[in-house]
């Protein structure tokens, strides 16, 4: 059974400007690393926001399990079915990297004890130690930053992982580890992990890849 | 042989006795009404002891009745001893001295009461009357006499009343205007923090939750902040009240901070803070946490 299924799903900013997304209908699965490639502007990140539920298609439906995104509540959705990876990273500066994460587990509502840590530990295992974890985010590296924002992502354990270009800002070798976390992720951990890139590099450790263009998307299998 | 009757309403007015100059020397202190204590030269001369009884005319119940009094002891005064002038102003060895309320009861002619003139200041004119009243029923002798200054209470309070209406209004001025300059620091302060407040319901905190926190951290700033208010405000109330009032006839009654209003003006904060956090909060409800996010990135 599909983990998220989209159904003749369209998408246009206004009633009267051009579609984004016209007419989408794909299948996302549990242990399968998918990217979505596109030129900019093609409606990659569209998808991505329609399928974290921050924003809702104008047409069609998206199904997590067999429930209707714009049925549910799609805040406890975020909180705690889908780890949203963004583009800029979108961590709270104030804060240090653990409480970014301890803060994420509060709002799925985890009553779980010693949440640091088990923030301290996921941060670990994406190469994070400790004395860096208690810096506040401003004091990190693009790629710790990047570390942070995968590990809040996994923080409540979802069962989606989406990543909007998580490697945009990353040299070769940061985008490689950053890559086989995410391999990692899909194949050992069973997630399914959708990765929004322009970078064909990034492209290649996809399980399968889907195209956007002209609104509409083209699912390509290794 | 000329004596004096002598009323004491308090024994701590009776100063030789305080002071060590006179001195019971024979029985006690009177205690009862109709008791006395005589002179010791009155006690010789009448071969008086304590426990006999002396009788007393000239009052105006005497015309028809002679007033009876239990001596209950003897008293001498060492300076009236001491004295060989004609002139001596005081208690004589050939006086007697009774309580005050004995010296009443005789209703004699030519009473002269020498008493403190004793000045009370009530909150409004109005209760003058009612005041006196309750004095009497109380027990205060006929022989005081009761006038209410009501002018003079108006020449005082009139300028107190009309500071005290400057300060009403000023008070709900200022209240006025905190509120608008408290819903404007709620809307910039979450202005600047649209970010996090992104970020916040992007990984999905509810909207709910998002206001509860806000509110919780308005309310326990404002709380924070009344209490240094009220702190100060019971601190400087002297020195300013003192101030203000310098010179006025009632600079001496003092003022003073009173507890009861402590929550009156706590309510006024808390609801204060919750209105300028709910204005703040419909913020909130009004961005999508994409729409923050895309205009932050």
Request: glycine share 10%.
């Amino acid at each position: 059974m599909s983990t998220l299924t989209i159904n003749n799903v369209s998408y246009q900013y206004s009633k009267t400007s051009k579609a984004i997304l016209k007419d989408v209908s794909v299948e996302f699965k549990q242990g399968v690393l998918y990217c979505i490639v596109g030129k900019s502007g093609a409606g990659k990140s569209t998808l991505l926001s329609l399928i974290s539920g921050l924003d809702l298609c104008t047409d069609g439906t998206i199904l997590y399990g067999n429930k209707d995104l714009s049925a549910i509540n799609r805040d406890e959705y975020r909180a705690k079915n889908i780890g949203v990876i963004f583009q800029g990273y979108n961590l709270l500066t104030n804060c240090t990297a653990v409480e970014n994460i301890v803060l994420s587990m509060n709002i799925s509502g985890s009553r779980a004890k010693g949440k640091k840590e088990s923030a301290y530990k996921l941060l670990s295992e994406l190469g994070i130690d400790r004395e860096t974890a208690d810096r506040k985010i401003l004091h990190l590296s693009g790629g710790e930053q990047q570390r942070v924002g995968i590990a809040r992502a996994l923080s409540h354990h979802p069962d989606i992982v989406i990543a909007d270009e998580p490697t945009g800002n990353l040299d070769g070798d940061a985008t490689k580890g950053i890559m086989d976390i995410f391999v990692r992720l899909a194949h050992e951990e069973n997630k399914c992990v959708i990765i929004v890139t322009h970078s064909k590099e990034v492209a290649a450790y996809a399980d399968k890849i889907m195209r956007i263009a002209n609104g509409k998307v083209e699912m390509q299998g290794k | 042989m000329a004596g004096t009757i002598w009323g004491y309403s308090d024994t701590t007015l009776m100063r030789g006795f305080q002071e060590g100059r006179q001195k019971i020397i024979e029985g006690r202190f009177f205690e009862n009404p109709g008791e006395v204590i005589i002179g010791k030269r009155f006690a010789e001369l009448n071969d008086l002891s304590p426990g006999d009884i002396i009788y007393i005319s000239g009052g105006k119940k005497a015309d028809t009745e002679i007033l009876p009094l239990t001596i209950a002891g003897v008293f001498t005064d060492y300076q009236a001893e001491a004295n060989t002038s004609d002139v001596w102003i005081g208690v004589e060895l050939s006086d007697i001295i009774v309580s005050f309320d004995t010296l009443l009861g005789s209703d004699f002619s030519g009473i002269y009461p020498i008493m403190d003139d004793i000045r009370f200041f009530l909150t409004n004119a109005e209760a003058s009357e009612p005041f006196w009243q309750e004095l009497k029923e109380k027990g205060l002798p006929a022989s005081y006499k009761t006038d209410s200054d009501v002018e003079g209470y108006n020449e005082i309070v009139e300028p107190v009343k009309k500071m005290s209406s400057v300060a009403a209004t000023f008070g709900i001025v200022i209240l006025l205007t905190g509120a608008v300059i408290l819903i404007f620091l709620s809307i910039i302060n979450i202005r600047e923090r649209k970010y996090e407040i992104g970020v916040l319901r992007a990984i999905g905190m509810k909207k709910y939750q998002l206001a509860r926190g806000l509110v919780y951290e308005s309310l326990s700033l404002i709380l924070l902040c009344a209490v240094i208010g009220m702190t100060l405000g019971g601190v400087l109330i002297k020195p300013i009240s003192g101030m203000l009032l310098e010179g006025s006839e009632i600079a001496h009654a003092g003022v003073s901070f009173d507890p009861v209003i402590l929550p009156l003006i706590l309510l006024v904060a808390v609801g204060l803070g919750v209105i300028s956090s709910l204005i703040g909060i419909l913020y909130i409800t009004k961005y999508e946490p994409m729409k923050i996010l895309s205009e932050q990135n």
